[in-house]
């Protein structure tokens, strides 16, 4: 099995934005149009503006991973995790050989911004710092996989 970070894809399924597992990601602040915003305004923002999307491209040797594909479709789960914060990936697409899976970085990080009591307070950007995420992936046939990615979240020049 092949594993790539992946914030995008095709109806094929391709990876159509690759990622690495330490990336910066751009926003356009002008998007941005809340008046003195708070940390869950920018959790909004991220979900329904920017749109990000941190995921997972993987693709098989065989189809389904060597199992049945209603099986493999009932037992496989992704999850994404930030903080104290674990959410089920969103979106899932999957095909006999390859598999991607999705999730809205806003919703994640509205859901740790209440966990740690900020979520109301003035956001600024800077206070982010770097985002770590962790993706465990359980694919139907073998151990969990389990992979890190570090974020950092700036604004446009």
Known sequence: MSFQFCDNF??????????????IVFLD????????PSFED??????????????VHL???TPWNGMKADLFKSD????LLYGSSKEKMEGNHLMPSKVVSFHYLGALLKEEFRHTGI????????????IHLT????????????KERTLRLKWKP
Do not use: H, W
Not at 29 to 36: L, P, T, Y
Not at 42 to 55: D, H, I, K, S, V
């Open 10 to 23: 095709n109806e094929a399924l391709d990876c159509t934005e690759p990622k690495t597992e330490n990336d």
């Open 29 to 36: 602040q002008s998007k941005f149009k809340k008046e003195n």
């Open 42 to 55: 920018f959790g909004n923002f991220l979900y329904f503006t920017a749109r990000e999307t941190p995921g």
């Open 59 to 61: 693709e098989f040797s």
């Open 76 to 79: 496989y789960r992704a999850y």
């Open 119 to 130: 979520a109301s307070k003035p956001f600024q950007i800077d206070k982010l710092g770097e």
């Open 135 to 146: 993706y465990i992936i359980e694919i139907p046939g073998q151990k969990p996989v389990v």
